[in-house]
């Protein structure tokens, strides 16, 4: 816009006097950015409609717009925009983001006022500039390379912004003045290890330890931010600190050895501790316990999970304890006490050398029912849709090895009863099932009659109907499913994980009457789910007043005694003999459905014939 335009324009509208720079910078070829539509260019000022013509990359081409509109609407962007650069100079800009990432993020905030923005501000930037998808995987990596990079500042703390430093600060310094500064001890003993590590490098830092170990170690002796793992990676930190300065080690309080002894739990004390320290913790358990650290380990292995399941097999293998560990997990075994992250270690290595010794013989039926339990188990502990890394193993081995090979020595009978337990296992999904019972059936063909036995209990007929009932009725059922599937079931798993720690399932009575009180469960709740699918819910208003219908009070007189009787027909499910509701579905009922008054019907009831005339009709709702 020129300078003659921009004056009318403010004569015509005076609150754009405050705007006059914005308005003086829309000249043609300027870059802009439509809060909505995203960059566009202005191509011209259009004197006689008033408008400014702009180019948007959605088409737009051309697009008329008020400068009112636009003071309001439209940011106007400096050529040394980065966003202005990428669109006169892409190819630089790519290449700066391939080669240089860094270098584009001080570019970004070297044009901003205080040249600092937020992590929101630089992803927006950075959408209008490499683009929605591109930017965010660009984003998360170029981060990682921003925390070394000495020209800026980044920030800790979510909503603290990116800063471009007047001066770049060595990223070592930066570590340095941040541990000096928190006062948080888990943050500090995390600080620590990362400056001893840099201290190999750089002298400044070598010479700062002295006091860095002794701000470390009243860290370290703090009891209430810090819980037991954290203290003890603390004080692994400090004497390593320690050691490098050529400090008395033994004379730094608290010890490793002191903590330890002071757990009541070493199991969970493993899980506080960083996976890079697992092997010195247990190295700190023999030194600890020297007389009982095989039981210990033991103990731990069996409690374990994750890379500390793997750690304890390889601990105690280095410590020559191979027979021990083999006649330890057979034990286990046979009680019925292998946990999923062990079994899973067993199943990944059973055909590793190193191990081979120590899983030899374990690769039987009865393991494979310790799986299917852990599986189950695992199902029922676990919220929502988590995925059980057990079940996935079984899955997702090539051609179902593992199966094939648990069921090696297995008999018809324990192969059926394995069939069983994995059709009725919560922990896979329907199509899991069906491809581990493949690897059943190809072994032992008859295992296709209980799934198809299986099939036919819960797949509904084709040609079934739909059931009329009433809302109260159907809110019975629904009460019914809910406990059914929030407390009945699961207490029932709950009673065969109990029966199963008991031992030798063939001669385990309660083992036996909890499995069949869940196959009486879980068909019941096949019934309720296949009823509820048909159910279709009536007020019963529709019933006709001249012919018999659902929903109908039809007055009887029995033909032998000539007595007379009046029911009530309702729904499918609400049947109920002592105030003489009958459920459509009865046989006097089908017999009645259509009939007039006068209509003769004749009903066999027990192998006795009765004969029924109808009466008189009405209709159930107008009688309540």
């Not at 919220?383 to 179902?400: F, M, Q, S, T, Y």
């Not at 109990?498 to 879980?522: C, I, P, S, T, V």
């Amino acid at each position: 816009m020129n300078k003659e335009a921009i004056e009318l324009l403010i004569q015509k509208h005076p609150r754009l006097k405050k705007n006059r720079a914005k308005l003086e910078a829309m000249q043609p070829g300027t870059y802009c950015i439509h809060r909505s539509w995203g960059m566009g260019i202005i191509k011209a000022y259009d004197e006689q409609s008033g408008r400014m013509l702009i180019d948007f990359p959605d088409g737009r081409t051309g697009h008329a717009m008020d400068p009112v509109f636009c003071v309001d609407k439209l940011d106007v962007l400096d050529k040394d925009d980065i966003r202005v650069k990428a669109q006169v100079n892409p190819t630089r800009i790519k290449a700066l983001a391939k080669d240089n990432p860094a270098d584009l993020i001080v570019e970004i905030l070297q044009q901003l006022p205080d040249q600092s923005a937020s992590e929101t501000e630089i992803e927006l930037t950075l959408a209008r500039t490499l683009g929605q998808e591109g930017s965010k995987k660009w984003w998360t990596a170029t981060k990682k390379l921003l925390v070394k990079d000495p020209r800026i500042a980044v920030p800790t703390k979510r909503n603290a912004p990116f800063v471009l430093r007047d001066e770049p600060v060595k990223a070592e310094d930066e570590v340095l003045d941040e541990f000096f500064e928190t006062k948080a001890p888990k943050k500090k003993i995390n600080l620590a290890s990362k400056l001893l590590a840099l201290s190999v490098k750089h002298e400044d830092i070598k010479e700062a330890l002295p006091n860095i170990l002794k701000e470390l170690a009243v860290s370290v002796a703090e009891t209430k931010q810090l819980n037991m793992g954290e203290r003890l990676y603390g004080i692994w930190v400090r004497n390593d600190l320690a050691r490098f300065i050529h400090e008395d080690v033994e004379s730094l309080e608290p010890t490793s050895a002191t903590l330890v002894r002071s757990s009541d739990d070493l199991s969970t004390l493993a899980e506080m501790i960083p996976a890079t320290h697992f092997a010195r913790y247990l190295d700190l358990i023999t030194r600890v316990y020297p007389e009982d650290w095989q039981r210990i380990s033991l103990d731990l292995l069996k409690n374990s999970s994750g890379k500390f399941t793997a750690e304890c097999f390889q601990f105690l293998m280095e410590r020559d304890c191979e027979e021990l560990l083999s006649a330890t997990l057979q034990r286990w075994l046979l009680e019925q006490n292998l946990k999923a992250p062990v079994l899973v270690w067993i199943l990944k290595n059973r055909n590793s050398r190193k191990y081979a010794k120590a899983v030899r013989g374990l690769m039987t039926p009865r393991l494979l029912s310790a799986v299917f339990f852990a599986i189950d188990y695992e199902a029922l502990q676990s919220a929502g849709n988590r995925r059980i890394p057990l079940a996935d193993l079984l899955v997702e081995e090539k051609g179902g090895g593992v199966i094939e090979e648990l069921l090696a020595d297995a008999d018809k009978e324990t192969a059926h009863d394995l069939a069983t337990t994995l059709l009725l296992n919560q922990g896979f999904e329907d199509l899991s099932k069906k491809f581990l019972l493949a690897r059943f059936i190809k072994m032992f063909p008859s295992v296709q009659n209980i799934v198809d036995g299986e099939a036919n209990e819960q797949a509904p007929a084709a040609n079934e109907e739909a059931l009329i009932v009433s809302q109260s009725s159907l809110d019975i059922r629904k009460k019914e499913y809910e406990h059914l599937i929030s407390v009945r079931i699961p207490k029932n798993k709950e009673d065969i994980a109990e029966a199963r720690a008991h031992g030798d399932l063939r001669e385990n009575a309660e083992y036996k009457m909890a499995r069949q009180e869940q196959d009486l469960l879980l068909a019941r709740k096949a019934e309720l789910e296949r009823d509820m699918g048909r159910a279709r819910v009536t007020d019963f208003a529709d019933a006709p007043n001249s012919i018999v219908g659902v929903g109908s009070v039809v007055e009887l007189e029995a033909n032998s005694t000539k007595e007379r009787v009046t029911y009530s027909i309702l729904g499918a499910w609400d049947g109920d003999p002592d105030r003489n509701i009958l459920s459509y579905q009865t046989p006097l009922a089908r017999a009645l459905i259509s009939a007039k008054v006068g209509d003769k019907v004749s009903v066999d009831i027990e192998g006795h014939q009765e004969g029924w005339k109808v009466r008189s009709i009405k209709r159930w709702v107008d009688k309540v």
